[in-house]
């Protein structure tokens, strides 16, 4: 694998690894607050009877009042500001006209490009009270994200991350959906290198100093496999068990990470209360 200075080089995907220094740092840093500020605003309004297309005008118009374009806007031919995926949508779930019911659980993922930088996050919203089951699988979710940023610090790989996500996940009786994965990103929306979030231990790509990417795994109550709907995006689980998803852009650090999608707000994981 090929590492370049993100300095130098152009600005699509090229297959060689981008690594930043301290002006990427800081529009990632930048553009994260921002998605996550979008992500605390949906917090106050995901309940019972409103749309998901009503929660996308929201962060529609947040992101335009903070001087920023959703990256998913015209996105090979996707309309929307961001993706919402309801209980057995896996994830891009595409924001409709149908009121949330109280039992609902929903993940909410945003880009927000700001200043050419792109801080991709999603996290879990449940809609009023929400069964035992759909509670411990976003618990899990999150954990699951968190074991794998946990991996992130030079000289691990990608594998120590998917395979942190893994163990943990599985040993929960969840499992880990295989088709979607986390990835690359900074100036670019979606770049290499591909995330997976399950693996072996020292497999994969090393990880320097310097590296931007995503960590956003897919867990299902059921088994892994998934299908996309005739619209092209919606993909859902084939068995149609409960799916959940949280998602950060990190950064490899000199000594670890940095995860650039924290909440202002203090939000982590549901019920959403400051700490
Ligand atoms: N935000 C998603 C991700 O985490 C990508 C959504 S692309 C879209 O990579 F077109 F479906 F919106
Ligand atoms: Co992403
Ligand atoms: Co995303």
């Given at each position: 694998m090929n590492y370049i200075d993100a300095a130098l080089a152009p600005q699509r995907n090229t297959g060689e690894i981008k690594l930043h220094g301290p002006e990427g740092f800081e529009g990632m840093r930048k553009a994260g607050q921002l998605t996550a500020a979008a992500l605390d605003l949906a917090a106050d309004h995901a309940r019972p009877g409103v749309t998901t297309a009503r929660l996308d005008d929201l962060i529609y118009e947040f992101a335009g009042d903070h001087g920023a374009v959703p990256a998913t806007l015209f996105y090979r031919g996707y309309t929307r500001a961001s993706c919402i995926s309801i209980n057995h949508v896996v994830c891009h779930g595409i924001p409709n006209d149908k009121p949330l019911r109280e039992g609902d659980i929903i993940n909410i993922d945003v880009t927000l490009i700001l200043d050419g930088w792109h801080g991709d996050s999603s996290r879990m919203y449940p809609i009023g009270a929400i069964s035992r089951r759909a509670e411990r699988l976003i618990d899990v979710t999150y954990e699951s994200m968190m074991r794998g940023i946990a991996?992130?610090?030079?000289?691990?790989?990608t594998g120590d991350i998917g395979h942190a996500i893994q163990v943990y996940a599985e040993a929960e009786r969840t499992s880990v959906v295989r088709d979607f994965c986390g990835h690359g990103v900074g100036r670019l929306f979606h770049d290499v290198p591909n995330i997976l979030h399950y693996g072996r231990p020292g497999e994969g790509v090393e990880l320097r100093p310097g590296m931007v990417f995503t960590i956003e795994p897919m867990i299902n109550l059921g088994r892994p496999h998934v299908k996309v709907l005739g619209d092209g995006w919606t993909a859902v689980t084939r068995d149609r068990s409960l799916s959940a998803q949280f998602e950060h852009s990190v950064g490899v650090a000199e000594d670890g990470v940095e995860i650039f999608t924290l909440s202002p707000a203090g939000y982590t994981k549901p019920p959403y209360t400051a700490e």
């Open positions: 991996a992130v610090k030079p000289g691990n790989t």
